[in-house]
C-alpha cells in the first residue's frame, strides 16, 4: 500500500473487469472503466491470446485479431481495440512488401 501507486493499482486492479458488467473482482460497467484500465485490457487479452501457454500454442496476430473482434463492446473497448489493431495490420502489411 503506496500511496504514490494508488491511481495505478486502480487501473491495474480493474483490467479484468468487462464493459457489459461481466468482469471481476467487482463487475464494474462501462461507465465505470477508466480509458487505462481499457488500454491495459486490450494488450492483456491480446497478450493472452496471442502467446504460447501451457494449454495452447500461440495464435498469430491475425487470428488472435480476429477472436479479439467477437469481444467488441462486451470485453474490450471498440476505439482501443481500433488503435491496436491499425497498428498491428500496419506491421503486418510492411513485412508482407518486405
Known amino acids: 500500500k503506496i500511496a504514490q501507486f494508488d491511481q495505478l493499482a486502480t487501473v491495474a486492479g480493474a483490467h479484468h473487469e468487462r464493459l457489459d458488467g461481466n468482469g471481476y473482482p467487482r463487475r464494474l460497467g462501462a461507465a465505470?472503466?477508466?480509458?487505462?484500465?481499457?488500454?491495459?485490457t486490450v494488450a492483456d487479452i491480446f497478450d493472452a491470446i496471442s502467446a504460447e501457454r501451457p494449454y495452447h500454442a500461440a495464435n498469430s496476430p491475425e487470428r488472435?485479431?480476429?477472436?479479439?473482434?467477437?469481444?467488441?463492446?462486451?470485453?474490450?473497448?471498440?476505439?482501443?481495440?481500433?488503435?491496436?489493431?491499425n497498428v498491428l495490420l500496419r506491421e503486418i502489411n510492411e513485412r508482407v512488401v518486405e
Not at 467477437?70 to 489493431?85: K, P, T
Open 64 to 85: 488472435t485479431l480476429e477472436i479479439m473482434q467477437g469481444m467488441v463492446d462486451s470485453a474490450i473497448d471498440r476505439e482501443c481495440f481500433a488503435a491496436l489493431q
Open 32 to 40: 465505470d472503466i477508466r480509458l487505462e484500465t481499457r488500454i491495459i
